[in-house]
């Protein structure tokens, strides 16, 4: 199989079963978005969920933030992981945002790398829920999934797998593939042990392949 079939088959199998992916992070405008993501990185989004509506109750924009203190703030996000750097990351980047950019964030990558804990993949995700551009974020599900499936091979890092998968994916399709693989790695394809019994895609992924091969020679 190539990789250019083995992509078409992935991209009709993740859209038959996933016609319209969304975020599983709850936000109702796209700062309140970048501070999730932000509160987010090595935390779910579940934790994420149950400690931003009060944060974002006594913080609704990001001048309230801005003149926040740590203490203030850590009070209300004290249960993620990190919450003492997240508390100087949500604050700074609301101070940016507030200072930089009138309150309101920006929708170009340049400038929200700009932004206190905004790094490439949150800047991506911004680019890709917000306002629907092929921005493609690579976290931790969207490398795994990429390289097992066979999308990628042997990549070294998360900007290589994200070159490849913009390559290869229809622009149009980047946004909801980003969605597709995350959740795909998330309650599917899990990194410890993958439920290949209830996947769509063994019959193209290559890690299954290769288990299924390695199984029956055991036997």
């Known amino acids: 199989m190539t990789v250019k079939e083995r992509y078409a088959k992935a991209l009709e199998w993740f859209a038959a079963e996933m016609p319209a992916p969304q975020t599983e992070l709850k936000y109702d405008n796209p700062f309140h978005l970048l501070i999730a993501v932000i509160l987010s990185a090595q935390c779910t989004d579940k934790r994420v969920n149950m400690i931003t509506p009060p944060l974002f109750e006594a913080y609704p924009d990001a001048a309230s933030l801005a003149a926040a203190t740590p203490e203030e703030v850590f009070a209300y996000i004290k249960s993620v992981s990190y919450p003492n750097n997240k508390t100087r990351s949500i604050i700074g980047a609301a101070r940016t945002i507030t200072e930089e950019f009138g309150g309101e964030v920006p929708d170009n990558i340049d400038d929200l790398m700009r932004i206190p804990g905004v790094g490439r993949k949150t800047a991506n995700v911004m680019l890709a829920v917000v306002w629907n551009r092929a921005a493609m974020a690579v976290d931790t599900h969207v490398f795994r ?75």
């Open 145 to 219: 999934v990429s390289e097992r499936i066979g999308l990628t091979t042997n990549s070294k890092n998360p900007l290589t797998t994200e070159k490849a998968l913009v390559k290869n994916i229809p622009e149009e399709l980047i946004p909801m593939a980003h969605h597709w693989l995350i959740l795909h790695g998330r309650y599917v394809c899990k990194a410890r042990r993958p439920d290949c019994l209830n996947c769509g895609l063994t019959p193209i992924c290559r890690y299954y392949q290769k288990e299924s091969k390695q199984t029956t020679q055991i036997r």
